[in-house]
């Protein structure tokens, strides 16, 4: 029987690895994961040595060794089985789940820590951004209509063209300001809705009609009833400063494109609204008959120390408001300290206080005959624009615009992309 122990020892020997090796609940192990193991703390504390045994196990295992190797045999299939165990490890447990998935999900972190969130989408297809410009009213159209007026075109001087044309006063600049938000429906083709302020702030002038002065033949001022009448002239005031709201829809075309930048060319148009904040449009007659003895070209008017605003009884006017259109006389008014039927004139007389490109407004009040009506609370806006932009990195972008708003308007702006979303058409 005994002889048959070595035979059957080293069967099992060879028969059980094949075993495991076959068994649906194996787990393959390379040595570097054997050696892993062995040295893990708990696994060392499962294979630490027994401690000494008494002198009679001592005893019995010397005097029999075969019964001490087959002792071997079943401690160390007892260790195999403890071996085993961590194949079925709770879920939470590094050693028994899936080192692929854990790894896989510590480089995409880390991946993320690097190059911030991975984007979603072949493109940013939002954006905020600023913009801001100057506004043109072309004088060429005032012209059409009148012969003497102001206008702002970011300049100081009216031009050889402007005084042939009845430009007599420039100051200034009309601007505007946009901020918005971007959709990208695609790499061609924008909406965006704007939020904005719009200023149109042209200096006050006298303006006269050009069936009150006829540019080609008059030179100097030949009264009421003729065709050379400065006294018909009106002390304009225009404060139309606003608050807009517009929608655009823009398409471009892609000059260039690369991993870092985008060229792009196009244009577009769309509508809004501008709700007045400025104080609108005002008019008050220079005066009628006798404004001054300086007040005698078209160019003494664009200074109001020779071409005063002067009050006078207007007879289509109820300056006082009693219902009665005829009203206290001028010679009343210069008689009582300047006692006009809308107060009292600061200066004491029937003149109002100017300065060369102002007059004050408490005089022109006093007068009775400041008109202020028709002046719209809201103005439409119509927008047709032309647009070229650069898109650095789908992040950052630069404007360059021009067009038309009210009038024509030329500036530029910034965008910040966000938010991928973007999808570009597959290739055919």
Not at 127 to 134: D, E, K, N
Not at 158 to 182: P, S
Not at 393 to 410: L, R, S, Y
């Amino acid at each position: 029987m005994r002889l048959l122990l070595p035979s059957t020892a080293l069967a099992l020997t060879l028969a059980i690895p094949g075993l495991a090796e076959a068994s649906p609940f194996s787990v393959q192990l390379t040595p570097g994961d054997v050696h892993q193991l062995t040295h893990a703390p708990q696994l060392q504390s499962w294979f630490a040595e027994p401690p000494p045994p008494d002198a009679e196990a001592g005893a019995d295992a010397s005097a029999d060794p075969e019964a001490g190797a087959a002792d071997a045999a079943g401690e160390a299939g007892e260790s195999a089985e403890g071996v085993e165990g961590p194949s079925e490890a709770p879920a939470d447990d590094p050693v028994g789940g899936d080192p692929v998935d854990i790894e896989g999900e510590d480089e995409d972190d880390e991946f993320e820590e690097q190059t911030g969130p991975v984007k979603k989408g072949d493109f940013n297809a939002n954006a905020i951004g600023v913009s801001g410009g100057i506004h043109l009213i072309p004088s060429y159209f005032l012209n059409k209509a009148l012969a003497s007026y102001a206008n702002s075109v970011c300049r100081n001087e009216v031009g050889n063209w402007g005084e042939e044309n009845g430009l007599v006063k420039v100051d200034g600049c009309n601007f505007y300001v946009n901020g918005g938000y971007t959709r990208r429906i695609s790499r061609a083709f924008d909406i965006s809705v704007n939020l904005g302020y719009l200023n149109i702030t042209p200096p006050d002038a006298l303006w006269i009609d050009n069936g009150e002065w006829d540019r080609d033949s008059c030179t100097v001022n030949e009264g009421p009833g003729s065709s050379c009448d400065l006294t018909a002239a009106d002390y304009t005031e225009i404060d139309l400063r606003m608050f807009t709201v517009e929608v655009n829809f823009i398409g471009r075309g892609t000059l260039y494109r690369n991993e870092d930048v985008e060229i792009q060319l196009g244009g577009g148009g769309g509508v809004g609204i501008g709700v007045l904040v400025g104080d609108g449009i005002s008019r008050t007659p220079l005066g009628g008959p006798e404004v001054g003895p300086d007040c005698n070209t078209l160019s003494d008017t664009a200074d109001f120390r020779k071409c005063t605003p002067r009050y006078y009884d207007d007879p289509g006017t109820d300056q006082d408001g009693d219902g009665n259109a005829s009203d206290i006389s001028r010679q009343d008014v210069d008689d009582n300290g300047g006692m006009a039927p809308g107060g009292l004139i600061s200066t004491g007389t029937t003149f109002a206080s100017c300065s060369r490109d102002k007059c004050r407004g408490g005089d022109l009040d006093a007068f009775g005959s400041r008109q202020t009506g028709g002046t719209w609370p809201v103005y439409p806006l119509i927008n047709v624009l032309g647009s070229f932009r650069i898109i650095v990195k789908d992040t950052f972008g630069i404007n360059i615009e021009g067009g038309i708003k009210d009038g024509f308007f030329f500036g530029g702006g910034i965008q910040y992309f966000f938010g991928g979303g973007g999808k570009d058409k597959p290739a055919a």
